[in-house]
């Protein structure tokens, strides 16, 4: 008998060391663990960051986007100048008798002479030095002017040739003055402007809208040496962002499918998609089914992300300092902490905002470990007991 109490207290304390080991299962490392990681010399330190207000408030400044009508208020040019490959009618008329263009003056029934018809050159393009060819005008420049100057320069050129001319010149086809439209659109299309200065939506409109969802699209609109993006939604919400467009634009429609990944001791384990508009760590929780009540550690909420180093605080919290560069892209591995048992972190979750590819992970809480360590001290140690008690 006093062989099987000692082979029970042995299984026991065998139990009990492999408990305060690596036995037990886990979702995942500990609150400590990650908190600790800060200090460890093995790897490079991550900074672990208490969110706060001043956290929150930081965030959301960096979020902010440039809005279309801060960054792109120029107000476009009343009449559109003519460019290089742009196809021109021009008109010509004489009074009578024409000299130079129009056909010979007819007699009227009251003895009148009749005014010389008008006569219209062959539709022609601007050439690459940006001229147009006219009889007895010469070569025009037609480049960087607007239909008016070049109607004006032909009637000067033909003043002291013609008869009293008058000149009018058209825009028959409009290659220059044009923007693109691409990527995730019904059609890619050149969209030619005009005199009523088309908009954003517009051009959006002439490819036939765009193929993805609106709330998982932004665009993207390059002007010049500068690109600026907002999401679909934030442009249709809001007519400030509707802005009108210039000659060279290139609007491009990009579809988006943001997400973070919930693990750990969270209501749901996975990849969770959320709009362009972005969404707080609180919604982020709630997509993801909330903290178990009789797993999870509400002091251990914790939010992975890869930030810029220029986004880091000036001074390292939680003991940690900032840390080199561990991509290509200079970002650096952040973690930020909540402590959902202050009441105030329920006014910063949110604004705290989720990032794509951001981690979202619920440590457990301690009491379920033990809880799980005392299911399996039972499970191992009551057969060894009951054995024990049987063989009295």
């Known amino acids: 008998m006093q062989s099987n109490t000692k082979l029970a207290c042995l299984a026991l304390n065998v139990i009990l060391l492999a408990g305060c080991s690596t036995f037990l299962s886990s979702i995942g490392p500990s609150r400590r663990a990650i908190e600790n990681s800060a200090d460890a010399r093995a790897l490079p330190p991550i900074q672990v960051i208490d969110v706060n207000e001043d956290v929150t408030q930081r965030l959301v400044a960096q979020r902010s986007r440039h809005l279309f009508s801060e960054v792109l208020s120029g107000r476009p040019n009343q009449l559109q100048p003519i460019g290089a490959g ?7 008329w004489e009074a009578t008798p024409a000299t130079l263009f129009g056909s010979t003056a007819q007699i009227s029934p009251t003895g009148m002479p009749t005014p010389s018809l008008a006569t219209t050159l062959p539709e022609q393009p601007v050439d690459g030095e940006g001229c147009i060819t006219v009889p007895f005008a010469g070569r025009v420049p037609a480049a960087g002017k607007t239909l008016p100057e070049i109607a004006a320069d032909i009637k000067q050129r033909l003043s002291k040739k013609a008869n009293q001319p008058e000149v009018l010149v058209l825009l028959a086809r409009n290659l220059s003055s044009t923007v693109t439209v691409v990527g995730e659109v019904t059609t890619s299309i050149r969209v ?12 959006l409109a002439f490819a036939a809208g765009v193929k993805q969802p609106v709330s998982k699209t932004t665009i993207q609109l390059t ?11 934030t442009i249709i919400q809001d007519p400030r962002q509707n802005v009108p467009l210039q000659a060279g634009d290139v609007i491009t429609a990009m579809y988006q499918p943001l997400s973070f990944t ?4 969270s209501g749901k384990n996975d990849e969770i998609n959320f709009e362009t508009q972005g969404i707080s760590l609180a919604q982020a929780l709630a997509r993801s089914g909330g903290l178990i009540d009789s797993r999870s550690n509400p002091s251990g909420v914790f939010v992975f992300r890869l930030e810029p180093r220029s986004a ?17 892209s200079a970002l650096v591995p952040v973690v930020y902490r909540v402590d959902l048992k202050d009441p105030r972190s329920l006014f910063w979750i949110q604004s705290f905002p989720i990032k794509d590819k951001d981690v979202l992970y619920v440590s457990n809480a301690p009491a379920s470990e033990l809880q799980k360590f005392l299911s399996l001290l039972f499970t191992f140690a009551y057969p060894v007991l009951t054995g024990v008690q049987l063989t009295r």
């Open 192 to 203: 030619p402007l005009t005199a009523a200065h088309e908009r954003l939506l517009d051009a």
């Open 312 to 328: 880091q605080p000036a001074n390292g919290q939680s003991g940690s300092q900032p840390v080199a560069a561990t991509t290509a």
């Open 223 to 233: 002007r010049g040496e500068n690109v600026y993006a907002l999401p679909l939604d």
């Open 86 to 92: 742009d196809f021109l009618t021009v008109t010509i």
């Open 262 to 265: 919930a693990l750990g001791a």
